[in-house]
């Protein structure tokens, strides 16, 4: 007798008198919310979901895992759009329950499956800013990747500011990764995904930051795209440390503060986001907002923990993301953006570029696993719609417009933001650092387990 989804008897039967009811099976009440992801087009069925609270839990499940021959995945805030969270009829690890927040001085220590809402919390109390976002995107994906945080530019990436880990090995041994110990798998878990372990804690330093923040928010009518993603290009790299630029082409959401004149027009937009309200940073905003004739241009004050609001999108609907990097954001460049982009496919749609460099650049490209520390801009493209008619049209389109702007590109990728990952692909997003990850793969996972993410295979 086997569960829906094909494994053994004895081996569900383990993992029952280990995880008790948090071992969730197909037909149980709880198994649909269980294998909910942010991307809700995503469908894979687990064997078997098993909730881990304690580092213990980890070890007993992977020893399941391995001694049954059963795939298994990591599912922590389950925002990546890949899916990787989810495995077919294997066994997920959700880490959800293993979400403790604990400070100590200026370190914050997390549980393998927080969300940065929670860290943030505990944090922003204590007059300190982790190195993540405002949002409910999991710190493991979003760590393990590289992580893009609104301090970014001030103060790395979120991988770079991840002091040590605890991790649970294949082999299910608990091992601290840090500068001082299992050097080579701190370094590879600073940007190479999933590969290595199933990481149980993250410590991170974080900085003390006021959480009065800037926003400065400008929109354009579409046919001044051009025009402004150039002048967005040469500004945002000048723009204060603190800030965190961003520019998208979108359609403007039906938002009681937008006019609703605006409201379902195609636009180009400015989202500069700016930790800190100093007079200076006040000032660059406001030179940023003053350019050319907008629909709106507004320079206000918020609260970090609603730097985010006017982007949140509810778990469960449709996505296809793909990104690149890219050095120089000039008319050809902008020209070539809009001609293969309009029309998007869908109103929710939209293309973001984000203006990196700061600390993110600082960093040599072979210091951590992540390797794009030479690219100023990176873009992504967010396709986003509600409908599964729309699938194959939306996910074409991504793909389409994707390739055709890739070659303005650096050639990399970021492992975060992409939906396909064939092998190419992956390469493109581990770049120079993908042998290397391999050989640290081939000593602490060298039968290769964990492979539901963007996989590099062990080197043999
Ligand atoms: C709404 C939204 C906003 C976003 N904003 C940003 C942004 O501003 N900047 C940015 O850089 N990225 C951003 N992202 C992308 C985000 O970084 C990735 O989606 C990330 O993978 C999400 O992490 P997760 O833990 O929620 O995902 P999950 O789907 O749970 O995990 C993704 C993969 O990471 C691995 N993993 C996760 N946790 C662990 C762990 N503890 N141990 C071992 N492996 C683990 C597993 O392989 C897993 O399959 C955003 C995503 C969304 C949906």
């Given at each position: 007798m086997t569960n829906d989804h094909e494994i053994s008897e004895q081996a569900v039967s383990t993992l029952q008198q280990h995880?008790?009811?948090?071992?969730?099976?197909?037909?149980?009440?709880?198994y649909q919310d269980e294998i909910q992801?942010?991307?809700?087009a995503i469908d894979r069925y687990p064997a078997v979901v098993v909730g881990c609270q304690h580092t213990d839990d980890v070890v007993n499940a992977l020893e399941v895992a391995t001694n049954n021959d059963i795939p298994f995945s990591v599912k922590a805030g389950?925002?990546?759009?890949?899916?990787?969270a989810l495995v077919e009829d294997g066994i997920v690890?959700?880490?959800?329950?293993l979400n403790r927040v604990e400070l100590r001085d200026e370190t914050i220590t997390v549980g393998g499956g927080a969300t940065w809402d929670a860290v943030n919390e505990v944090a922003l109390e204590h007059g300190l800013l982790p190195?993540?976002?405002?949002?409910?995107?999991?710190?493991g994906g979003f760590t393990l990747g590289g992580g893009m945080g609104v301090t970014g530019r001030l103060n790395g990436l979120a991988c770079d500011n991840l002091v040590s880990a605890e991790v649970v090995t294949a082999a299910g041994d608990v091992v601290t990764a840090s500068a001082t110990e299992n050097e080579d798998l701190y370094w590879a878990l600073r940007g190479g995904g999933?590969?290595?372990?199933?990481?149980t804690s993250f410590a991170f330093e974080c900085i003390k930051e006021t959480r009065e923040c800037l926003v400065a928010n400008v929109l354009y009518p579409i046919e001044e795209a051009s025009e402004y993603l150039t002048y967005f290009g040469e500004v945002a790299p000048e723009l204060p440390a603190e800030t965190f630029p961003t520019a998208a082409l979108l359609t403007i959401p039906e938002?009681?503060?937008?006019?609703?004149?605006?409201?379902?027009e195609l636009a180009v937009a400015g989202y500069v986001m700016c930790v800190g309200t100093d007079d200076s940073f006040k000032k660059a905003l406001e030179e940023f907002a003053?350019?050319?004739?907008?629909h709106v241009a507004a320079v206000y004050p918020a609260d970090y923990t609603e730097l985010y609001l006017p982007f949140q999108v509810p778990t469960g609907q449709r996505h296809h993301w793909e990104s690149f990097y890219f050095k120089e954001l000039d008319m050809t460049f902008a020209d070539a953006l809009v001609e293969e982009a309009l029309?998007?496919?869908?109103?929710q749609t939209s293309i973001a570029l984000y203006g990196l460099g700061g600390a993110i650049n600082e960093?040599?490209?072979?210091?951590?696993?992540?390797?794009?520390?030479?690219?100023?801009f990176a873009l992504h493209l967010t396709t986003h719609w509600l409908d599964e008619t729309d699938d194959d049209r939306c996910i074409e389109w991504t793909r389409a417009v994707h390739q055709a702007l890739?070659?303005?590109?650096?050639g990399g990728e970021y492992v975060n933001n992409q939906t396909d990952t064939d092998e190419d692909r992956v390469r493109a997003a581990y770049g120079v650092n993908y042998d290397r990850i391999a050989e640290v793969k081939s000593r602490w996972d060298p039968a290769d387990w964990?492979?539901?993410?963007q996989h590099v295979e062990p080197k043999s």
């Open positions: 995880f008790g009811d948090r071992c969730i099976l197909p037909g149980d009440s709880e992801l942010w991307n809700g389950g925002h990546m759009t890949t899916g990787h690890l959700d880490l959800s329950p190195p993540g976002i405002p949002e409910t995107v999991g710190v999933g590969n290595l372990g199933v990481v938002l009681p503060d937008l006019p609703e004149e605006l409201h379902g003053d350019f050319g004739d907008p029309p998007m496919p869908t109103p960093v040599d490209p072979t210091a951590t696993a992540y390797p794009h520390r030479d690219a100023p890739r070659e303005h590109g650096t964990f492979r539901s993410t």
